[in-house]
């Protein structure tokens, strides 16, 4: 099994609707999680951490399920702007262990 | 201001050749990073470094070999590149254990 596995769409969205992704992961000691967004030939970009009891920025939720050892993203009233690939981050399970680890991304197209 | 500068942008190279990519981050962080993301738009973490010190070195050639002369400044040089050393190479930094924040790539292009 991967480390972190995401499925990498596409996913077609018509301008307005709402999109969810899911993120598994494979270490049930993994501490912190975070989504990234990367636009084509950009570099990626922090989108928002992931926290325990869930968090929300503006269209923008996040959630994560340890006892299934995955989280989501959910993005409401989606913009064209949303148009990038999602990629889903665990970071090891120790202070010591920096290594962050990225899934393959999802790719998220909204149509106008 | 750029938070976390790379250079250069571009790099086109021919086998065999050596070359360096430089990175230098303003943001007072403490940890730097290397990572990789190659055709498949695969992002691999290669090093990392912490004050310094190398605290994170994944199974890369020794043909790879990162410098770090302050905790600001965080170099990759490549000894005898290989047709598949090309990629986009990334740099970043955090503040230990926040999350990276990335410059805007090398792409190299080994032919």
């Known amino acids: 099994r991967k480390e972190v596995e995401q499925d990498p769409g596409p996913f077609n969205v018509p301008e307005g609707a709402t999109v969810a992704f899911n993120c598994t992961y494979s270490?049930?000691?993994?501490?912190?999680f975070f989504w990234y967004r990367q636009d084509c030939r950009k570099e990626p970009k922090l989108l928002m951490s992931v926290y325990s009891s869930g968090n929300e920025d503006g269209r923008f939720t996040a959630q994560l399920n340890r006892a299934s050892q995955y989280i989501s993203l959910l993005i409401r009233d989606s913009k064209l702007s949303d148009s990038a690939t999602y990629l889903c981050?665990?970071?090891?399970?120790?202070?010591?262990?920096?290594?962050?680890?990225f899934g393959t991304g999802t790719r998220l197209t909204i149509i106008p | 201001d750029t938070a976390v500068s790379q250079t250069p942008k571009y790099l086109v190279t021919q086998m065999g050749n050596d070359k360096s990519i430089k990175c230098e981050q303003n943001?007072?962080?403490?940890?730097m990073y290397w990572y990789k993301q190659d055709s498949k738009k695969f992002l691999k973490i290669m090093f990392s470094y912490n004050n310094k010190e190398l605290i994170i070195n994944e199974t890369v050639p020794n043909r790879f070999s990162p410098k770090s002369p302050d905790k600001a400044h965080l170099n990759l040089h490549i000894n005898s590149l290989e047709l598949g050393d090309s990629a986009v190479y990334f740099c970043?930094?955090?503040?230990?254990?926040?999350?990276?924040?990335f410059g805007q790539g090398t792409r190299l292009t080994v032919v």
């Open positions: 270490n049930s000691a993994s501490q912190s």
């Open positions: 981050v665990v970071k090891g399970a120790n202070f010591g262990n920096e290594k962050l680890t």
């Open positions: 970043a930094s955090s503040q230990r254990p926040g999350s990276p924040f």
């Open positions: 943001l007072g962080h403490d940890t």
